[in-house]
């Protein structure tokens, strides 16, 4: 069984240590979702943050994960202090204060 913190450091172990351009990380993680003998914390979230990290430049995979869970589970806006995450449909920028 893989879980999302596996699957997320997976993702950042490919494109840190292994210079892995983001298309080519999405790309092992769909084979991944492919694979037959494994199993995923919430494939259905897992492929929609897949589909979403490939079509938002500039965001993390951690973050689209975190985006499609707050979704599944209805908690929208999400929100966040970061400028390029609070550009994606379901977040919503937070100023910080002061």
Known sequence: MVSHIVLVETVWVLE????FERDKAA?????LLDHQSL???DAEVVSGAL???RESRGVSFS????LESARKAGHLPLGTFD???GRLEGTQ???AAG
């Open 39 to 41: 199993s995923f914390q």
């Open 51 to 53: 589909q979403r990290f």
């Open 16 to 19: 840190t240590r292994c210079a």
């Open 83 to 85: 400028r390029d995450f």
């Open 27 to 31: 790309a092992a993680v769909e084979m």
């Open 63 to 66: 973050d689209c994960l975190i």
């Open 93 to 95: 920028l937070l100023k």
